[in-house]
């Protein structure tokens, strides 16, 4: 069964960091493109960042960009999003994605596995 497990979420003052995990467990990831998205109340689910499989490419919402930085571990069949400098409407559930295929996109619609997300809350 494949799976992906968000960890990491929390409550963080505005200004805060914080770093989530998504791990993968029933099939490798190495060859799979990733991504991170997030749904607020009453919103939409959208795009925040993707990486390739190589990891040598990467993409960002320009809402995040400088501030969030996507990276991960092949071996470890883990993807990662650091996030700094946060902002209390970015509060929402985010939620880790991959892709069979090798390179990212930013359309919900690329990808095939979700995990169940996790909660950031940031406080104002």
């Known amino acids: 069964q494949v799976q992906l497990v968000e960890s990491g979420g929390g409550l963080v003052q505005a200004g805060g960091s914080l770093r989530l995990s998504c791990a993968g467990s029933g099939r490798t990831f190495s060859n799979c493109a990733m991504a991170w998205f997030r749904q607020a109340p009453g919103k939409e689910r959208e795009f925040v960042a993707a990486i390739d499989w190589s990891a040598g490419n990467t993409r960002y919402a320009d809402s995040v960009k400088g501030r969030f930085t996507i990276s991960r571990d092949n071996a470890e069949n883990t993807v990662y999003l650091q996030m700094n400098s946060l902002k209390p409407e970015e509060t929402a559930v985010y939620y880790c994605?991959?892709?069979?295929?090798?390179?990212?996109?930013?359309?919900?619609?690329?990808?095939?596995?979700w995990g169940q997300g996790t909660q950031v809350t940031v406080s104002s």
């Open positions: 994605a991959a892709t069979v295929w090798i390179n990212s996109t930013p359309r919900i619609s690329g990808y095939d596995y």
